[in-house]
């Protein structure tokens, strides 16, 4: 017997236009995301003379992050860090509570897909047209077809691709220079490889993306437990499923069979064949002849729960990786239910927890109930933890930045006149838009005298605009002093802004000579 | 051709392949990634023949774009170069003395100036500038020939005691074991210990400063605070190259002492010699 082949292609996937509540939460998460990722750059924000006034603005070549009113310096990375801290934790969050909702409305591979769906739906019409495009041979109108939608696919990646270098230079500068044709090769590169990602990844890879490419799909498993909201099929109360016309003949066959059965005996009945094995039709192992348990569940198998999947699976057949739990299928199903007059949920965002209780007849728990366990507390205590430390920092900040580092090669200086002299690098920052002026003095218990490096005796620095002044200073104990021959002497060196009076300080250590 | 074979369990195709009676189960892969997989396989075979690859008995091979990380380095330092053309011009143009007044160009010459230091001088003069035995201290304010900007680009220029550069700073100090007895030296050296400490020989140093007026002053001065026409160190401060106990300063007395520093101005650059001048300045001691 020979091997199947091992490689399969992508079976194409034509998803059925839907509305609902899923639908339309999901469209508006599309206008939003897509809505600040092109947008963003754009918002302008004055800070003054020296600086971008870009509200939004990573600025690789100057070392700065600007993001509206906080500005972040190399050495304050750790709140970018502390950020994405936040976002991991956050994704463990909802994901144990509420399952792959990440995946579902917010991930970029869902929301471009959705849009290039959109895009597809409108030019070559619903799923049955689509499927019979496909099918079609490649005569005028699908090649028509066909450019029309790779054209406004392309002009999307492009804009997307072209949105993503904004963040990084000043928008309109560079908007110019790449309509121009003067931008640099780095930004046409970048936009080239977005636009073919979001090209091929959105129109034709899709929930291949998710299926062979995206590790998550597999670690979450690790989140999810019993009481995590997933999307779900009641099969206890949509089985056996089937469609009008096989309802009316099982239950013929059922009555018939059950008409028998009496005529017969005990004992003696015999079952019609049932399209799926249903366990209501067992009691205690024993088979229950009756007409009502050959009664047919509320699924009538129209399968509007497949046709609109974007991943193109069958949510009957339980959870399973590829879900992206978007609940499209929920609205599908609800619509259908609505039309036969059956309650809505045959299809619903369920707890597999509650499958038992509602088996029994029992009502599910409260979401609230399940939200709340162990495991999301602890996630949000985390989560809020980090937060607020991140705010605490923000707000904490010191409009003077300086650090006191004491050159400790060698740990002092013998000058001519017996006089001991330690050297401190001290690194000024200034944030603002603006120059400022610092006046630099010390306070100590002992007699110490400071002095700037190149600056003739005065006290006081001149920091620029948006920069960094390393300030080599002085500190000098004379022979009879004490400090000269003490092992270390504590002192604290401030920083005054002249203009504004801020004043920042920090405390370091004068050593005396080795006797 | 065969017929497909379902596993009854998971409904899912075998391959055929039964073991013990377990069968393999067959969950093909996507096509796309195997022909993923072929074109990052010709990615690298291209890569290799592109870029420095494939190991030769004598060297490797050199790809047909010639890249090379050498050049790279070498062109990356030659961009930085160009780029900083301008302040190089400045600095060579510039009066060291009024770079206070250009204030970017002072912090670039510093900048410079201390990684040539560390490159060129920090192997006697030590990584942090202090010096050892023999070494000046380029931190404190005592300067053998000079500590203003023009005096320090001068030594660093032309370097001490060298026999290459005929501008080299020079002076000989006489080895007195040859013209002193032994207990002059003694008395001389009571007397120098006492220009800077409390604690000696009073009439020992008492005879010596004699032997001092006659021997020393007309170099180290009368006062004995020394002459930096001559390099000869000021000898009341409280530093010393050589060390200024009694056992040291005897040394140095009956042998002499002569150190040697190279002449910079034919090793480095113009603006180099001038960056590390301004960066020796900074250092704490300059005039």
């Known amino acids: 017997m020979s091997t199947p082949s091992l490689y399969a292609a992508r079976e194409p996937i034509f998803p059925r236009r839907v509305t609902g509540a899923f639908r339309r939460f999901k469209w508006w998460i ?16 004055d800070r003054g003379p020296n600086l971008p006034d870009q509200a939004v603005l990573v600025d690789m070549a100057h070392r700065r992050f600007y993001f509206f009113w906080i500005e972040i310096w190399p050495h304050e990375f750790y709140f970018v860090a502390g950020l994405l801290i936040m976002a991991g934790l956050g994704l ?35 799923r049955n047209a689509r499927l019979r495009l496909h099918k079609a041979k490649w ?72 299926i062979y490419m995206c590790p998550w799909p597999r670690i979450q498993a690790a989140m999810m437990d019993h009481d995590t909201i997933t999307v779900a099929y009641r099969d206890w109360r949509g089985e056996p499923r089937g469609k009008g016309n096989v309802r009316k003949r099982d239950r013929a066959a059922a009555e018939k069979a059950e008409r028998e059965a009496q005529a017969a005996g005990p004992g003696k009945a015999r079952y019609p064949a049932t399209p799926y094995p249903n366990k209501a039709l067992q009691v205690g192992g024993q088979p229950v002849a009756t007409a009502q348990a050959q009664e047919h569940g509320d699924c009538i198998d129209c399968m509007a729960c497949v046709n609109v999947c974007p991943m193109g699976i069958d949510i009957r057949n339980g959870q399973q990786m590829e879900c992206i739990t978007c609940g499209l299928c929920i609205d599908a199903c609800d619509d259908v239910m609505a039309r036969i007059g059956k ?61 006191v580092s004491p050159v400790r090669n060698p740990t002092y200086v013998v000058q001519s006149d017996g006089s001991i002299r330690n050297i401190y690098d001290v690194r000024l920052r200034n944030k603002l838009g603006e120059d400022r002026r610092f006046h630099l003095s010390l306070t100590t ?20 605009a948006d920069s960094t002044v390393l300030q080599r200073v002085y500190v000098t104990a004379r022979p009879q002093d004490p400090a000269a021959s003490a092992d270390t002497t504590d002192l604290r060196l401030w920083v005054e802004d002249i203009e504004s009076g801020d004043r920042a300080s920090r405390a370091t250590t004068f050593n005396g000579r080795v006797q | 051709m065969s017929e497909r074979k379902i596993d009854d369990t998971t409904g899912v195709e075998t391959t055929g392949h039964s073991w013990d009676g377990i069968e393999e189960l067959n969950n093909p892969l996507p096509r796309w990634w195997l022909w993923t997989l072929y074109a990052t396989i010709i990615w690298g075979i291209g890569y290799t023949i592109a870029y420095p690859a494939w190991p030769m008995i004598s060297g490797a091979t050199s790809g047909l774009l010639g890249y090379s990380t050498r050049a790279e380095v070498a062109s990356n330092i030659a961009a930085h170069e160009a780029k900083n053309s301008e302040l190089v011009a400045a600095l060579e143009a510039a009066d060291l003395t009024a770079l206070d007044n250009a204030e970017g160009l002072r912090r670039y010459a510093i900048a410079r100036g201390g990684s040539v230091f560390r490159a060129q001088c920090s192997q006697c003069h030590g990584a942090g500038a202090a010096g050892a035995k023999g070494y000046p201290n380029l931190l404190d304010d005592d300067w053998l020939w000079g500590g203003d900007m023009e005096s320090i680009a001068t030594t660093v220029a032309h370097g001490i005691r060298n026999e290459t550069d005929a501008d080299a700073r020079y002076s000989q100090m006489p080895a007195f074991g040859d013209i002193l007895e032994k207990a002059e030296i003694a008395a001389v050296v009571e007397h120098v210990v006492s220009l800077s400490s409390d604690d000696y020989d009073r009439a020992l140093a008492a005879s010596g400063s004699t032997v001092f007026a006659d021997n020393c002053a007309a170099c180290h001065g009368e006062g004995a605070e020394g002459d930096r026409a001559q390099g000869a160190p000021d000898l009341t401060d409280a530093i010393w190259l050589y060390g200024g106990d009694r056992d040291t300063l005897t040394t140095t007395v009956r042998d002499a002492r002569f150190g040697v520093m190279p002449a910079w101005g034919q090793r480095l650059s113009d603006a180099d010699v001038r960056a590390v001048s301004v960066y020796v300045h900074s250092l704490g001691g300059g005039e």
């Open chain 1, 139 to 210: 005569d005028v109108r699908k090649w028509r077809l066909r450019l029309t939608k790779w054209a406004v696919w392309l002009v999307i990646a492009v804009a997307t691709g072209g949105a993503w270098v904004f963040y990084f230079t000043d928008a309109p500068t560079l908007l110019r220079d790449l309509v121009q044709f003067q931008a640099h090769p780095v930004a046409y590169g970048t936009i080239a490889v977005l636009t073919a990602t979001t090209f091929v990844f959105g129109g034709f890879m899709r929930e291949q993306v998710c």
């Open chain 1, 445 to 464: 218990d002992k007699i110490l005298r400071i002095e700037l490096e190149g600056n003739a005796g005065r006290l006081n620095v001149v920091v620029p």
């Open chain 1, 92 to 126: 463990f969050l909802f994901t144990s509570a509420l399952g792959r909702v990440w995946c579902g409305y917010a991930c970029p591979q869902t929301v471009w897909t959705d849009l290039f769906l959109l895009v597809e739906r409108w030019i070559e019409g619903d």
């Open chain 1, 30 to 45: 599309m206008f939003v995301t897509l809505g600040i990722y092109y947008l963003m750059p754009w918002i302008r924000w």
């Open chain 1, 343 to 403: 309650p809505r949920g045959l299809i619903d965002y369920i707890a597999l927890s509650d499958e038992a209780e509602e088996r029994a007849g029992a009502a599910p728990k409260p979401i609230w109930r399940h939200v709340l366990r162990p495991r999301t507390i602890l996630y949000t205590a985390v989560w809020l933890l980090i937060g607020l430390g991140l705010v605490y920092a923000l707000f904490i900040r010191s409009d003077i930045e300086l650090t």
